[in-house]
């Protein structure tokens, strides 16, 4: 499992890990044992720079060695697999697994595990750590400033390069942060672990001139980023949405619940998703900044972004999806694979896809070419996913992109499995 920096993890387990990690040469060579008890993987690109990994059960971070002949380095205890990657370091809350604040905690160098972690403040809020919630609302990392809240309700900002803290806020119940750090949304009220459960009064402080410069009535919403570089997605009490333009200011309101920004693309690409009561379905829109009016694009259950470009899945049955392209300005979508789950994006337009998924969740590796119409027999009985490669998905990706990987079960041929389609 794969995730890229800030966004949902698993909840901790209480029993004990049984993954293996090894890595492999290019070329197939015999695989290096690289750690015991490891969960996931840290593999976007604000980790590049080294391989980490974390245990879901004690939420520890671990540095691995690619050679395998160091054992795994501890870099912080007790995250819940929550971390930030900045300055070349990442950020976490320790914390006991049952406690509800922690220690605010930067490793500086994650290419030197053994360097000490810098405890920065104590009694930080703990935010949730399950997949579904993506937002930390309690702590947060821009440019070179981490911010956090604390048990007393202090909005903290810290500058990592010198330690200093300032105390931006009080009274602070949950807060979230542009990617610039310059604009931060905080709701009044007391700090309720692990998300705030009822609305307040919220505003928007510029940190450039330290002043609040919007208020309304609402909720800091915990499932999904509130700011999206220049807009900002405000929860109100009666349930319905306003999009907030910066720095113009500029309030469009959305009549309806369960609004959220799906992908911003300046100057003019905006995508606005809208939840469908408790289903993981929403209806998916562009914004038009100029007019504040959204038009309908589908109904769909996923998305991964890859630049301006979003891949978009429609869920038909169990493993039955179709993906289609969409543009975050303008265009129509563009139907890119039928009958797929999570498809690889070869070259030329060409797909690998496993289909006719059976209860074990294998089934048989196709090679599918929209541009001829022809459908190649790869392999069989192979677990549902391939690796890759998949642009969209911001992984790195070790091959040239007409190169499939692919897992097999099946006596002595299981293991992992590449091939280059011509």
């Known amino acids: 499992m794969t995730l890229p920096p800030g966004e949902g993890y698993p909840p901790q387990r209480s029993s004990p890990s049984t993954t293996a990690i090894y890595s492999i040469d290019h070329c197939g060579e015999e695989p290096r044992l690289l750690a015991n008890d490891i969960d996931f993987m840290y593999t976007s690109e604000g980790y590049s720079a080294a391989l980490l990994g974390c245990n879901a059960s004690s939420g520890d971070v671990f540095a691995l060695d690619p050679s395998g002949e160091q054992a795994p380095t501890r870099l912080l205890k007790d995250v819940g697999g929550k ?188 995508l606005l998703g809208q939840r469908l009561d408790e289903q993981r379905r929403f209806s998916l829109y562009r914004m038009d900044l100029a007019s504040g009016e959204p038009s309908f694009l589908a109904e769909v259950d996923d998305i991964k972004v890859n630049g301006e470009e979003v891949i978009v899945a429609i869920e038909h049955d169990e493993w039955d999806y179709s993906y289609w392209r969409v543009l975050a300005r303008a265009g129509e979508p563009e139907l890119l694979a039928e009958h797929a789950y999570w498809p690889a994006m070869l070259s030329e337009d060409r797909i690998a896809t496993v289909r006719d998924i059976d209860d074990s969740h294998h089934g048989d590796l196709w090679i599918e070419d929209p541009g001829t119409g022809e459908h190649t027999l790869l392999d069989r009985d192979v677990f549902r996913f391939v690796p890759g490669p998949h642009p969209e998905l911001g992984h790195p990706w070790p091959y040239d992109d007409d190169v499939v990987a692919w897992s097999v079960h099946d006596g002595d041929r299981s293991g992992l499995w590449a091939a280059r389609v011509q």
Request: avoid cysteine.
């Open 83 to 270: 971390i930030y990657p900045t300055l070349g370091g990442i950020l976490g809350v320790e914390r006991g697994s049952t406690e509800d604040f922690g220690t605010l905690t930067f490793h500086p160098d994650i290419t030197m595990p053994s360097a000490p972690s810098i405890a920065l403040l104590d009694e930080v809020v703990v935010p949730y750590t399950e997949p579904r919630y993506n937002n930390t609302v309690f702590f947060s990392v821009a440019a070179e400033t981490a911010f956090a809240v604390t048990r007393d309700g202090e909005l903290v900002s810290i500058e990592l390069p010198t330690r200093q803290a300032t105390v931006l806020r009080t009274g602070v119940a949950a807060m979230d942060v542009s990617v610039d750090g310059r604009w931060v949304l905080w709701q009044e009220g007391t700090p309720e672990p692990p998300a705030p459960q009822e609305a307040g009064p919220v505003h928007l402080l510029d940190r450039t001139s330290g002043e609040d410069v919007y208020d309304d009535i609402g909720r800091v919403n915990v499932l999904d980023s509130n700011i999206r570089i220049d807009v900002a997605l405000i929860d109100r009490a009666d349930g319905s949405s306003s999009l907030v333009v910066l720095p113009s200011l500029e309030r469009i309101d959305l009549e309806g619940p369960g609004w959220f920004i799906s992908h911003r693309s300046p100057p003019d690409g905006l």
